[in-house]
């Protein structure tokens, strides 16, 4: 069974720039969630995708915003980097079908916005 | 509103002694709770998780957890702790609609001395 693979590990950027994240999901997994983790802190929800639609979304902005692909992979895309944004982000997959089924998470993107 | 306090920032303790710590959540419907563990710059793995029967639930590495609907609480507790149980600890709680969008607490860092 192979587990949630985030890429890359490490990414530096520079405000205002853009940039993409790429998960994929468990095998046997359908829906992918990505969170946001600030140093020290616990994670945050930005948003779920099922089916190739968002369909859950936390208090993150519009410039925050997501792909799945039909193999369920799936992209985080943030533009307009701001300093805040410098986190780890983490996908998370499970499985719809399964009632209660979980989150499974990757190891995550350390992204560092100078 | 939807919050878990995890009241402990940073415990220390010695190999073997026993573990417990400590997590209150607020919901306003009625809860699917989870612990979480994290190793520095890894991601989340699943301790455990209560969705309904058995208030004391057992997971994995010889940890369990039990739910108190009255303190709405979901403390976490390991009869004797290894040293590779130094690691931070996230309780998180979430819908028991199958939603994924999990409310976390800001983690309390083990430390275990020798």
């Known amino acids: 069974e192979t587990g949630v693979t985030q890429s890359p590990t490490h990414l530096i950027k520079t405000r205002g720039q853009q940039v993409t994240l790429r998960c994929s999901s468990q095998?046997?997994?359908?829906?992918v969630s990505w969170y946001q983790q600030a140093l020290g802190q616990g994670p945050q929800f930005i948003f779920q995708y099922y089916r190739e639609e968002e369909n859950g979304r936390g208090n993150f902005p519009p410039r925050f915003s997501g792909l799945q692909f039909p193999n369920y992979s799936s992209e985080l895309n943030v533009n307009a980097l701001e300093l805040d944004d410098s986190a780890l982000y983490l996908c998370?997959?499970?499985?719809?079908?399964?009632?209660?089924?979980?989150?499974?998470f990757g190891n995550g993107t350390r992204l560092t916005v100078t | 509103a939807q919050s878990v306090t995890q009241p402990d920032i940073h415990i220390t303790v010695s190999e073997g002694a026993s573990l417990e710590l400590r997590c209150n959540y607020s919901y306003g419907a009625t809860p699917y709770l989870f612990w979480y563990v994290q190793s520095p710059g890894q991601g989340l793995q699943l301790l455990l998780k209560?969705?309904?029967?058995?208030?004391l639930v057992q997971g994995i590495k010889g940890f369990e957890a039990e739910f108190k609907r009255s303190q709405s609480s979901f403390n976490l507790r390991k009869p004797s702790v290894h040293w590779s149980d130094a690691a931070e600890y996230f309780c998180a709680v979430g819908p028991q609609t199958g939603a994924n969008n999990l409310f976390f607490g800001t983690g309390t860092r083990l430390t275990v001395i020798p």
């Open positions: 095998s046997g997994h359908n829906t």
């Open positions: 209560y969705f309904s029967g058995d208030t």
């Open positions: 998370a997959s499970s499985s719809q079908q399964k009632y209660n089924s979980p989150l499974h």
